[in-house]
């Protein structure tokens, strides 16, 4: 969590270096040093808020002294209108973090969103719905947490997390005359106990030297639905299943009463629209001291 937290710092930093906020020539020129206002974050359409965590650092990193207060929590599904936070303090600062923040929560709330619409769309609880590598540089983790958000699972958050036997590894194996099979074997053979050993198949071939080498996921890669059926019926539960490519709104509820154990989607996290939220600030007016 340490090493998480740190990360999303520095991003932060990143992301207002980038948009040099320390030099918001508009708003030194414009806004009183003292000024106080107060903001609200609202949606513009129905979503899935997910962001809010990081939204409260980015305002923080700007100035500590801002008061943010979440009026939602992370994976909430709210209607337009809705008001998801309020933040007080120094109108300079907020200005100078406006858009940053808003930037993260419209694209990791973009990610819950689409991600929601993909469960209700599966309409099933016996296949779970995973996320890719398909991720963002630097952003991986923020949008494997908005995938959650929306109610999808992680699949594998890097390259030491689990092995996959792919199209690539295989070309490179086939060269040296090792089946899939062998390869199988081989990766069960020396991978770290807790790790599953996952192969890429696009055949029924493929599938059946899946089998013969023991793999514990079996991923049916862009296979037609019939296919897919008869891959099931010849893995016979022997291994996990995993349906990948080509999935979409359209077909992912054939996809999923095919009954594979999981549905990789790479565009919850690379295809995912923004959504609409915007930031309102009200200054606040001092109050004015009479003497008696």
């Known amino acids: 969590?340490?090493?998480?937290?740190?990360?999303?710092?520095?991003?932060?930093?990143?992301?207002?270096?980038?948009?040099?906020?320390?030099?918001?020539i508009t708003t030194q020129i414009l806004i009183p040093p003292r000024k106080q206002a107060n903001a609200t974050i609202t949606a513009k359409e129905e979503l899935v808020i997910a962001g809010l965590g990081v939204a409260r650092q980015v305002f923080a990193q700007v100035d500590r002294s801002l008061r943010?207060?979440?009026?939602?929590?992370?994976?909430?599904?709210?209607?337009?209108?809705?008001?998801?936070?309020?933040?007080?303090?120094?109108?300079?600062?907020?200005?100078?973090?406006?858009?940053?923040?808003?930037?993260?929560?419209?694209?990791?709330?973009?990610?819950?969103?689409l991600t929601r619409q993909f469960c209700l769309a599966a309409n099933t609880s016996s296949t779970k719905l995973l996320d890719t590598r398909k991720t963002t540089p630097g952003l991986r983790y923020l949008q494997k947490q908005a995938v959650t958000c929306g109610g999808g699972t992680n699949h594998r958050h890097s390259l030491k997390d689990g092995i996959l036997i792919k199209d690539n590894h295989l070309a490179m194996l086939n060269a040296q005359g090792i089946t899939l099979a062998q390869a199988c074997r081989q990766a069960k053979k020396h991978?770290?106990?807790?790790l599953k050993v996952c192969v890429e198949t696009e055949t029924l071939e493929e599938v059946d030297a899946a089998i013969q080498g023991s793999a514990d996921i079996i991923l049916l890669d862009n296979m037609l639905p019939h296919l897919l059926r008869k891959a099931l019926r010849l893995i016979d539960r022997r291994a996990l299943t995993e349906i990948s490519g080509g999935i979409t709104l359209k077909n992912?509820?054939?996809?999923?009463?095919?009954?594979?154990?999981?549905?990789?989607?790479?565009?919850?996290?690379?295809?995912?629209?923004?959504?609409?939220?915007?930031?309102?600030?009200?200054?606040l007016e001092r109050t004015s001291r009479r003497r008696p």
């Open 252 to 283: 992912i509820h054939t996809m999923a009463k095919i009954g594979a154990d999981f549905i990789s989607i790479g565009a919850l996290t690379h295809s995912a629209r923004s959504m609409d939220l915007s930031l309102s600030l009200t200054p």
């Open 191 to 194: 991978a770290p106990a807790h």
């Open 1 to 24: 969590m340490a090493a998480h937290n740190a990360h999303l710092r520095a991003l932060i930093t990143l992301a207002l270096e980038e948009d040099s906020v320390d030099e918001d």
């Open 68 to 113: 943010f207060v979440e009026l939602e929590k992370d994976g909430n599904l709210v209607e337009t209108g809705t008001a998801c936070c309020t933040i007080s303090g120094n109108a300079r600062s907020l200005l100078k973090a406006e858009r940053v923040a808003l930037n993260f929560l419209q694209h990791l709330s973009g990610i819950a969103t």
